[in-house]
């Protein structure tokens, strides 16, 4: 086992030098910070002077037993493990022991590794409760509207966003922002309108892929009675909608190359033409297109205007994908869960730091979209109040960041050891909650070399 770091410490209060001996002395090379006490009273007066982490306390002693010691030390045991031994126990004893405040019992005689398991589960659930107290502290901030368009982030990343969407909001031009499907490319866009100075107005969304080809120019522009059979009055189109708002124009790289000259149009004129109309009508409407694809790859093969690109990549907003951001994964969780929590009336706790860890080493190819289904399916399925790595339907090795592949596109050793030591150290920081020191501890280095890469790499912790 590795060093505890020097804040766990540990009291064994026990009648029998002996036992007090062989304790103080397994725990010690265990990375305890030990110290032993013959009875209860004198257990009260060491926690009277210092905090424990841990108390392993005898149930049978002279002067006071185990069950007044907890009885006397109330308050002063509130933020401390207790963990009672006995040779006479009863499951009588044991629950009466725990309504007192104790966390475990252990029979006597018992074995070393039992000790070392016992203070082990002990240890997680103090970190999985501290946690908790984390991410409660975050859902506070996040209700008192420490966020961005809905979106929820620590990350220096996704703040990077934050913060260039929030000057773009206070100028009218046009956005176009980029990234993978489920990055939040449509709550940017409401971050933006609700910002601006438009926001009394209309922010009216359309998703450029989801309509067919033939229908696509009517919703978008509007059509006059008799533009074609059925239209059998005038209709104004989407643009219209939005007037004196915001048009959020959804996978632009998806629009036909035939209808992004008209949108090209809008763009230069601030003029629309409904199909079956020979006059334009001018219109007040700020532009956000977001987009999926490499655009500059889709004009190379001639699939989208460079001209139009032009027009609507005024301000690029590029959204990185969650396997890059994976230090964000605990906040977004905090918050899915606290979600799930009001609407289904459920008392989910937390995750255990064996599923935060699986969720870090996940891939994440559907992006926060993903997360949030898959915490809403584990939320489902537990039937406690901690949701652990059974309850998240993932590979327990996944895919990794997806930057693997950078490995082998040259042969330097030097660039494959960088790209394998970022990922490692964001992946242990995210499974650790962001505690250094337990991340040095799964990273197996020391503080300071910790420290040291997460300058180099530039990484948030």
């Known amino acids: 086992m590795k060093n505890k770091s020097d804040h766990e410490r540990l009291l064994v209060i026990d009648d029998e030098e002996n036992m007090r001996h062989m304790l103080q002395t397994l725990l010690t090379k265990s990375g305890y910070e030990v110290d032993t006490a013959p009875d209860g009273s004198e257990g009260l007066r060491k926690i009277k002077a210092n905090r424990y982490d841990f108390i392993l306390c005898d149930l049978k002693m002279p002067r006071m037993d185990g069950m007044e010691f907890l009885r006397q030390g109330g308050e002063r045991l509130a933020e401390t493990t207790v963990i009672m031994m006995s040779a006479y126990g009863t499951v009588d004893t044991a629950i009466e022991a725990m309504k007192q405040g104790a966390y475990d019992y ?14 082990k589960k002990a240890r997680e659930r103090e970190q999985l409760k501290r946690e908790n107290i984390r991410l409660k502290n975050r859902i506070r901030s996040i209700e008192q509207g420490e966020q961005f368009g809905g979106m929820i982030a620590e990350s220096r990343k996704m703040r990077g966003v934050f913060d260039l969407a929030e000057k773009v909001a206070q100028y009218d031009t046009t956005v176009l922002i980029a990234g993978e499907s489920g990055t939040g490319k449509e709550l940017i866009a409401r971050g933006i309108h609700a910002k601006s100075s438009r926001s ?4 009216v969304p359309i998703n450029c892929g989801s309509i067919p ?49 008209n949108l090209l149009r809008v763009l230069q004129e601030n003029e629309i033409r409904a199909l079956g109309d020979s006059r334009t009508k001018k219109i007040n409407v700020r532009v956000i297109a977001a987009t999926a694809r490499d655009l500059e790859r889709e004009i190379q093969l001639g699939r989208f205007r460079e001209d139009l690109f032009y027009r609507v ?11 890059e951001r994976i230090e964000d994964i605990p906040a977004l969780c905090a918050y899915f869960i606290g979600r799930l929590n009001r609407r289904w009336e459920k008392n989910i706790q937390g995750i255990e730091p064996e599923a935060m860890s699986l969720l870090a080493r996940h891939h994440w190819p559907g992006n926060v979209r993903e997360l949030e289904n898959a915490v809403e399916r584990a939320v489902i399925l537990s039937e406690k109040n901690v949701l652990t790595a059974a309850h998240f339907s993932l590979p327990s090795a996944a895919g990794g960041s997806g930057r693997i592949a950078e490995l082998f596109e040259g042969c330097s050793l030097k660039s494959a050891r960088k790209i394998v030591e970022n990922e490692l150290i964001r992946k242990a920081l995210a499974a650790s909650a962001g505690n250094r020191t337990k991340a040095c501890g799964l990273l197996e280095i020391s503080h300071p070399a910790l420290l040291s890469k997460i300058k180099a790499y530039q990484i948030e912790a």
């Open 213 to 261: 080809e033939n229908l696509l120019e009517s919703e978008l522009f509007g059509y006059k009675r008799g533009a074609f059979t059925g239209a059998d009055k005038d209709k104004p189109g989407l643009f219209e909608a939005a007037e004196g708002g915001t048009i959020f124009l959804d996978e632009i790289g998806e629009l036909p190359l035939s209808l992004q000259v």
């Open 106 to 119: 252990i029979s006597k005689p018992f074995k070393v590794d039992e000790v070392l398991l016992t203070l």
């Open 313 to 323: 990549n005024v301000v690029p907003i590029k959204l990185p994908p969650l396997r």
């Open 200 to 203: 009394a107005f209309p922010l």
